[in-house]
């Protein structure tokens, strides 16, 4: 099992920009794909990106493409997303989570290869 902790969330003017963290521990980080969520009030759950184990395939929902960016470090147990031109509508919970897996399905990733979740941070973006 990986415990997983988020920060970087705060409240922002649309335009601005966040970078989210998402801190590992366990020793099986680096052999696991990793996904960012998020939900909104009142909304599903939202895939927003997602991270093979090595960092060399990404994928990105179709709202976030071009604005959003995951990276990794496995030298430092680290998941991030990097939020530009943020948009009201990005307001949300940001999840990230550890996939059970080395690469993560076509997208939108499996919610069932997720098996360990962080608590979450809250972006809001306001105009």
């Known amino acids: 099992q990986v415990q997983l902790v988020e920060s970087g969330g705060g409240s922002v003017q649309a335009g601005g920009s966040l970078r989210l963290s998402c801190a590992a521990s366990?020793?099986?980080?680096?052999?696991?794909?990793m996904g960012w969520f998020r939900q909104a009030p009142g909304k599903e759950r939202e895939s927003v990106a997602a991270i093979s184990w090595n960092g060399d395939s990404t994928s990105y929902a179709d709202s976030v493409k071009g604005r959003f960016t995951t990276s990794r470090d496995n030298a430092k147990n680290t998941v991030y997303l990097q939020m530009n031109s943020l948009k009201p509508e990005d307001t949300a919970v940001y999840y990230c989570?550890?996939?059970?897996?080395?690469?993560?399905?076509?997208?939108?990733?499996?919610?069932?290869?997720?098996?360990?979740w962080g608590q979450g941070t809250q972006v809001t973006v306001f105009s």
């Open positions: 989570a550890a996939s059970t897996r080395l690469f993560y399905s076509n997208w939108p990733p499996r919610l069932p290869d997720f098996g360990s």
């Open positions: 366990g020793r099986t980080f680096s052999s696991r794909a």
